[in-house]
């Protein structure tokens, strides 16, 4: 491979790329030429728009240039109009969120004074007309719409004026420009369809082809390839064409080949691959590649050797108005160098990478695409890492591709851009192209967008304007004109470390690079400080200064030390603040954050002396000893940053200034025992403060001894042997050095105990585990354990609980295989004793735990257990009985110590119950178990009923009825049957208990007993209880009620009925009863009394009647008419036969609680006894008149002498009340009937109507393919109209349906596809099916077919075919959206609940449990006065 020449071109191009290193590419392709080359456009046009200009317009008064500078422009308001055409596009402007401080300003955006001026003057003075294209090279070429052509050089003045009005006349104007590769010839493409060829050196013209392409179509592109014979030309058709230029015989000529057809799909761009100089001989340009752009997919074709299509991408779905954009850029990938072709239709940019196989054959690669939140209409690039973009709001956009960050937003407004709407209409030749390409053109800008050599020209109606990277000197400076410093900062940092974007003008070279820009950086820091002094606030609060320098210094301190420039740092820049108070005082506080993280250690003597007095003098002491800690103690005043430490009670960094300044490891113990000593030793309690000494001390005696230096680090390698012996004997001293004589021998490990036995513990047990070999620590280890012995053993002043840790701290280290240490055996049992002292009923619980620790350790301390279990058993240590229980397998005495342990009485269950369930134990152990659990099951139910009947279900289910007969308590029994029978989770009780009848028989006599509320719930709920039995016991106890449901369940209705009957005349004589104690008995001490019990029997009368009708409710759906005469007449006349017993109005007495009618009627507050029984009666009518017939009914009221008496005055409301719950009834079911019939007869009509409404197409091309809808004048087509007004052809739509589900059924039913897919938004998401507004509820077919002969001028014949949608989901929906409101009969619906739910009137049932109930309207009750 490294043979052939092209792979030796190819590395030869990428040693000029230097692509080892692709973050060090110099891109010198955008540096300005040396001096003694002659000069160029771009050396010109890149200079600065201060400097003198070369060229000056006489009439400069016409553009306003004065604002127009070299920075960015940032306008609010858009201004943009397309040449020649003043109806040009409204477009809406669209915010774009930046923050500038990441990249600066990325562009320069420089007018072109000389040449906007000279395009001004050609209009006004000559009649050139507007500016309609612009193309660059080495010079500028402007067209106009008078058909002129303005050359301009590189110190922008006119050189060649191109054409003349009269081919202008002729031609039409300018369309479109091109400059071959060595700026010696231009083409010019026409809005009339000709093309020249001008000769750049003289202004000759060589050529002009009329014959290119099909006459009436304008030229939308012309471009030239990098052979200079070669060209390409796209005109408004949609087709594409190669020139080929000859010259024979002196003669020129042009060759014209079709490359692409617009009949096939119209092209409206193409961009030829264009090498740059350094890739003249890069293999791929052999191929002469040629991107084009049509309105539905993208195609790269190779004109040479011969014409081959290497690649076609069709694009994601898109608005139909965006405007298709290609750009080519050679960039390196992968350590080679290759073109890449970004394109885009929409707002998502796509790149695809183009290499050379070894086997000659072109491969395209896809790349990782960029989303976009805008439209874009122009796409260059200006490097080969950078684009730049426009958007239909004249939005540029600089993006960096690997990142995909957009680095800066410029406003275009003031350019004026212009458009090429006219020529894609091609309005010269009378506009016969079609929509879809007008549609395209209307954003279109391709020829007023030219790019060259890493610079973007823009054309403006009335100026030119041209968009080149700043190198990276200018866009820090912009950013320090604008006084923002720290963004300056923020820039050149990125700049420092490599990762900014869009970088201009640096070496490649790392290194050298870092030293440019940390110059530059210093500079900006001493420009900072300037600054910050000169706009520090004179006057105001002090608050205000400060916050002035916080926001300012800490920055400088950031980089200063970024780029480890501390001389920088402590010198000139602290030198300079010292001049303001309060800057001082800001930069000495900004430091802590950076020593405290370890980014500075090391100040200078007079800062840390500022430092120290400044930290001293406001306070901030915890500030001031994180600081010290952190600092290299040789920058330190160490006796006075001991003294300031002492009086400030900072002993972090007191005992890092003795540690690391003097190597001294004991003073700072002295002086901390000093403070916490003598309060432990008069046992006082400790102050907060003096308890966080306590613990520095543990902590900084366990750094001591593990080898870490405190607070932070380690202690030196040769230092850390030295410094654990010191402090062992330090530990071990017998006196203090300045002891008294009642001092007590060891104070300090005395000490330590006194402080946190556990934790000084603790700390030993850590530090004896680094005892391996070392003889002398050894020996320290066991003087330590004999002076804890000697010091806490038959010591008062000790807890069980710390004595008990010291024997379990010896018991760990004597478990351990490598023990050296010796400890008397018998003083274990000392502590053994001492721990189970039966008559030291204090710390109870405390002792018992430290025992069961200190038997927990094991190894070599041996007890004696039968000893130890009868001093644990007096001492009621119940744990320490389970553990050597446990050791045994004697678990069924373990049983016992739960139950005699009141702190863990509950647990005793879970103990059970895993020990039963869990592997590991013999059937012995657990049948030993299951016995001492059944001997003590009386005392488990008392403890838990629901747990000890859990138990029982999973462990003990064959001996329940061993269990119940142990019970010798009832009421027990009942709580613990109740548990036993209730379902559970995952089970039913039936389930567990399928075949013992008498234990729910049982449970069913406790509930009588002794739950009788919860009888009737049992009945219902429980399935295993028999029959007879239960009837039995219901009737022993008298409940009625259950007695009747279960005779109803047997099957007995009657039976049920006369028991309910019972007990309703049982309540009614108690109300008649009560009703004559009131009237007879006086005495108004009685009245509430009598109230009382008088409401409570008449809700015993309501309530037994509501049972016996629900049961004649659910009874009568079966019967007979003479059987339901049976059950509802009996009711009736005990009803009438309770209102005989009372003496007719005579009995006044009231009745609280129950309802008063909702009447105007009722005069008083108060209910008469009769009054009330006739209401009660008239609900047993109303219940009743569902199944007797009404005539029956009054012949039975009629028949009683209660209603029989006089003219009809008692019956007269009953009857009433009946014929208008009929007349009520009978209209409700006409108007119910009438609506319906209306609601039916409206829906067919507007069905009807939708079905066969016409239907009028909004466009007449198809809106998937954008083609006319008659494609072949031959063929038949069949096109699909929707009632949203789009037009399909039928192969396309069922292509993107049979797109999106994989099988098309024959008679699928088809939906509009714009209207569906825009319902999903941009992402391109179907709408659910037959819910889109635009999908028609009928589709109308048609079928253009050729006609033979004799016909009109069109040639077709129309068929239309109405096919009415099977599925008639989009009917109901299409329905729905024309009556939005609720259909009346749902109205009517609502109102009827809401009646039967607010009404009280009697003459509505409440039919409880009734499973067929009906819905019964019926007029306010009447009730007489």
């Known amino acids: 491979m490294t043979d052939s020449p092209d792979a030796s071109s190819l590395v030869s191009a990428s040693s000029q790329l230097n692509l080892m290193e692709v973050d060090a590419i110099d891109d010198k392709e955008f540096d300005i030429p040396q001096v003694d080359t002659p000069p160029t456009l771009e050396s010109i046009l890149n200079e600065l728009e201060d400097e003198e200009e070369p060229f000056v317009l006489e009439d400069t ?385 391709y020829q007023s967008v030219s790019s060259y050599a890493g610079q973007i020209v823009y054309l403006g109606t009335k100026s030119a304007h041209i968009m080149a990277l700043r190198n990276w000197r200018e866009r820090i400076d912009c950013l320090l004109k604008q006084e923002h410093f720290v963004e300056a900062l923020a820039l050149a940092w990125s700049f420092h470390e490599g990762t900014a974007k869009a970088v201009l003008g640096l070496f490649g070279d790392p290194a050298k690079r870092k030293r440019v820009v940390a110059d530059k950086m210093v500079e900006i820091i001493f420009q900072f400080a300037e600054f910050a002094l000169k706009k520090c606030p004179e006057q105001g609060k002090i608050q205000v200064m400060e916050q002035h320098f916080h926001d300012l210094v800490p920055f400088m301190v950031d980089y200063c030390l970024l780029l480890q420039r501390t001389d920088l740092l402590f010198t000139q820049l602290y030198t300079r603040l010292l001049e303001n108070t309060v800057a001082k005082g800001v930069f000495l506080e900004s430091l802590e954050s950076y020593i405290v993280a370890d980014r500075l250690g090391h100040l200078t003597t007079p800062i840390m002396k500022d430092l120290l007095a400044h930290y001293h003098g406001n306070g901030m002491m915890d500030s001031l000893e994180r600081c010290i800690v952190h600092l290299d103690v040789t920058s330190l005043d160490i006796q006075q940053v001991v003294q300031v430490c002492w009086e400030n009670r900072l002993y972090d960094a007191m005992i890092y200034v003795f540690n690391s300044g003097m190597n001294d490891y004991i003073t700072p113990m002295e002086k901390l025992f000093a403070v916490i000593g003598p309060p432990l030793r008069e046992g006082r309690s400790l102050t907060d403060e003096e308890v966080v000494m306590g613990n520095k001390l543990l902590v900084y005696i366990s750094c001591c001894l593990a080898g870490r230096a405190y607070p932070l680090g380690d202690i030196p390698e040769d230092l850390v042997v030295q410094v654990k012996n010191q402090v062992f004997e330090f530990l071990i001293r017998l006196h203090s050095a300045d002891s008294l004589e009642e001092e007590e021998v060891f104070p300090f490990i005395r000490t330590l105990l006194h402080f946190d036995t556990r934790e000084f513990l603790n700390v030993l047990a850590m530090t004896f585990e680094d005892f391996k070999n070392d003889k002398q620590a050894l020996e320290y280890q066991q003087r330590i354990v004999d002076i804890l012995l000697q010091v806490m053993v038959d010591n008062p002043d000790f807890t069980p609980s710390q004595v008990g840790g010291l024997f379990t701290f010896l018991a760990r280290q004597l478990a351990k295989p490598d023990n050296t240490l010796f400890v008397n055996r018998k003083l274990f049992d000392q502590v053994l004793e001492f721990l189970c002292c039966p008559d030291d009923d204090s710390r109870h619980t405390e002792r018992q735990q430290v025992l069961l620790e200190l038997l927990q350790v094991g190894g070599v301390v041996q007890f004696n257990e039968g000893r130890l279990l009868a001093l644990a058993e007096k001492a009621k240590f119940y744990q320490i009985c389970e553990f050597l229980y446990e050791k045994k397998h004697l678990y069924d005495k373990i049983i016992d110590c739960y139950l005699r342990d009141p702190l863990r009485k509950g647990e005793i269950f879970s103990y059970i119950h895993n020990l039963l369930s869990m592997p590991g134990y013999t059937p012995e152990e657990k049948r030993a178990v299951q016995a001492k659990a059944l001997q003590h099951m009386q005392e488990l139910v008392r403890l838990s009923p629901p747990r000890s009947a859990e138990l029982v279900v999973f462990h003990f289910k064959g001996d329940v009825r061993s269990i119940i007969s142990e019970f010798q308590d009832d009421q027990l029994l009942f709580r613990f049957l109740r548990c036993l029978l209730e379902p559970r989770e995952g089970q039913h009780s039936d389930a567990v208990w399928p075949l013992e009848p008498d234990l729910h028989e049982l449970q069913l006599d406790l509930l009588s007993r002794f739950a009788p509320q919860e009888l009737l719930d049992f009945l219902q709920a429980s399935q295993h209880y028999r029959l007879e039995e239960a009837i039995q016991i219901t009737q022993k106890y008298r409940h009625n009620k259950a007695t009747a449901y279960l005779l109803e369940k047997k099957g007995d209705v009657q039976g049920a009925f006369a028991v309910l009957l019972a007990t309703l005349k049982e309540n009614l004589v108690l109300l008649t009863a009560e009703s004559d104690g009131g009237e007879t008995g006086g005495g108004a001490g009685r009245d509430e009394e009598e109230e009382t019990e008088g409401g409570s029997t008449l809700a015993a009368v309501k309530e037994s009647l509501d049972d016996i009708i629900a049961l004649c409710h659910q009874s009568s759906q079966n019967l007979y008419q003479q059987q339901r005469e049976v059950l509802w007449f009996p009711l009736l006349e005990t009803m009438m036969d309770a209102q005989r017993q009372v003496k007719g109005g005579h009995a006044k007495h009231t009745f609280e609680g129950w309802p008063r009618p909702n009447s105007d009627a009722v005069a008083s507050d108060d209910v008469s006894c009769v009054s009330v029984l006739k209401e009660l009666t008239m609900k047993v009518l109303n219940s009743m008149s569902s199944f007797i017939p009404l005539p029956a009914i009054i012949q039975r009221i009629l028949q009683d002498p209660v209603y029989g008496k006089g003219k009809l005055a008692e019956i007269q409301s009953l009857i009433l009340g009946m014929l208008d719950t009929f007349n009520y009834e009978q209209t409700l079911l006409e108007t119910t009937t009438s609506l319906l019939n209306h609601d039916l007869h409206w829906s067919l009509a507007h069905l009807r109507a939708a079905v066969t409404r016409g239907l009028h197409p909004r466009h007449d091309f198809c809106n998937i393919c954008l083609q006319q809808y008659k494609r072949r004048q031959d063929a038949p087509e069949e096109i699909i109209v929707f009632s949203c007004g789009h037009l399909y052809h039928f192969q396309c739509l069922q292509q993107k349906e049979s797109g999106r589900s994989l099988a098309l059924e024959p008679h699928q039913r088809l939906s509009c596809y714009k209207c569906s897919s825009s319902k999903g938004g941009r992402s391109g998401a179907s709408a659910e099916p037959g819910r889109g507004r635009s999908a028609s509820l009928a589709q109308t077919r048609v079928t253009s077919v050729h006609h033979d002969g004799g016909v009109e001028a069109d040639g077709k014949k129309v068929f239309v075919e109405a096919t009415l949608d099977p599925q008639q989901e989009q009917s109901w929906d299409q329905l729905r959206s024309l009556y939005r409101g609720p259909s009346r009969l749902s109205i009517l619906s609502e109102l009827s609940h809401g009646h039967r739910n607010e009404r009280t009137g009697l003459l509505i049932t409440s039919q409880s449990g009734a499973e067929n109930s009906q819905l019964k309207l019926s007029p306010p009750p009447l009730f007489e006065e």
């Open 61 to 445: 008064c016409v553009l306003n240039t004065d604002n127009m500078d070299a920075h960015s422009y940032d306008t609010s308001s858009l201004a943009s109009s397309d040449s020649g055409d003043p109806a040009h596009l409204k477009r809406k402007r669209r915010t774009v969120d930046l923050n500038p401080t990441v990249h600066g300003s990325v562009l320069r955006h420089s007018l072109l004074k000389g040449i906007s001026a000279q395009i001004v003057s050609a209009a006004d003075k000559v009649d050139a007309g507007l500016p309609t294209a612009i193309t660059m090279s080495g010079v500028i070429a402007v067209g106009t719409s008078h058909g002129l052509a303005l050359v301009f050089d590189t110190n922008q003045a006119l050189r060649l004026c191109l054409g003349t009005k009269a081919t202008g006349a002729e031609f039409g104007a300018v369309s479109a420009l091109s400059i071959n590769y060595d700026c010696s010839r231009l083409l010019c493409g026409f809005a009339k369809g000709q093309i020249t060829m001008w000769d750049l050196a003289n202004g000759k013209l060589l050529r002009t082809i009329n014959d290119a392409h099909p006459p009436g179509t304008a030229i939308l592109h012309v471009k030239f390839t990098d052979d200079p014979t070669l060209a390409v030309c796209n005109d408004s058709g949609g087709s594409v064409f190669e020139l080929a230029f000859r010259r024979v015989m002196g003669m020129r000529s042009c060759d014209s080949r079709c490359l692409f057809s617009g009949s096939k799909g119209e092209v409206c761009s193409v961009e030829p691959l264009l090498a740059p100089p350094d890739f003249r001989d890069h293999p791929i340009t052999h191929y002469s590649l040629l991107a084009m752009a049509s309105l539905t997919k993208i195609l790269v074709i190779g004109l040479k050797p011969s014409l081959k299509v290497w690649m076609t991408f069709p694009y994601p779905k898109s608005d139909p108005s965006s405007v298709p954009q290609m750009a080519w850029q050679f960039v390196p990938v992968q350590k080679m160098v290759n073109p890449i072709l970004a394109f885009c239709k929409g707002d998502t940019v796509h790149f695809l990478l183009v290499k050379k196989e070894e086997s000659g054959t072109i491969h395209v690669i896809k790349q990782r695409q960029l989303h976009l939140s805008c439209d874009i209409i122009s796409l260059c690039w200006i490097n080969s890492r950078t684009l730049v973009l426009v958007d239909s709001h004249e939005k540029l956009q600089v993006l960096d591709r690997p990142s995909q960050a957009v680095l800066e937003t410029l406003d275009l407004e003031q350019v004026q851009l212009v458009y090429n709407s006219r020529h894609f209409k091609s309005l010269a030749t009378g506009g016969n192209v079609s929509q879809a390409l007008a549609l395209v053109g209307e954003k279109a800008c």
